[in-house]
């Protein structure tokens, strides 16, 4: 049975708001779009991958996007000094590597992600669209360009959430 979560009670992107507004804005929407498909769901649920063959799960999504935010903005745009959240020594990705995810591990992954998403909003609220920094192997790349990446990791990924999210429960749209 399929059902309609509540629509997004959150304002749309600017339709008419400056460069910075609009991205920013369309940014917080898919942010929003991520946390709302994980809503109301359970530990076990999170953790779940209910698109075999994948390895992908809402939880795994949830902490991907946080080494995404924390490579793109705390360590290209501020260049800190900012190790990966889920990577293991030898450069692998972990992000997928969890034993059955309990509630302690799924509010550690949340936590990780909403300081992740707290810290790029600020960096990214003040860093001008046309400044550039070194981003390793991507070469050289400016914060209008980091901002648009941001964006379309989440929606590529929003829509991975989509189908994880109707073969859970059915919960389908918004």
């Known amino acids: 049975m399929s ?15 400056s460069e910075r507004q609009t991205l920013r804005g369309f940014l917080a929407c898919q942010r929003r779009t991520l ?3 994980c809503a109301g769901l359970s530990a076990t649920a999170l953790g779940t991958c209910a698109v075999p063959p994948s390895g992908l799960s809402l939880l795994v999504l949830v902490r991907h996007l946080s080494d995404v935010e924390r490579f ?6 501020a260049g800190k000094q900012a190790p990966p959240l889920y990577w293991g020594k030898d450069g692998t990705e ?12 799924v ?13 790029a ?10 400044r550039t920094v070194a981003a390793g192997h991507h070469g050289t790349v400016s914060v209008r ?9 989440y929606s590529r990924h929003n829509g991975h959430a989509d189908l994880l999210r109707e073969c859970l429960d059915g919960t389908v749209g918004e």
């Open 72 to 77: 793109w903005v705390r360590s290209c745009l």
């Open 35 to 37: 946390q709302m498909k």
């Open 107 to 119: 509010e550690l992954s949340f936590t990780a992600w909403k300081e992740e998403m707290a810290h």
């Open 94 to 105: 972990t992000d997928f590597d969890f034993p059955a995810p309990d509630a302690q591990l």
């Open 121 to 130: 909003d600020v960096a990214l609220g003040a860093a001008p669209l046309e």
């Open 3 to 17: 059902t309609q979560p509540a629509l997004d009670p959150s304002p749309d992107p600017p339709r008419c708001g």
């Open 145 to 153: 360009w980091i901002l648009t990446h941001l964006i379309e990791e």
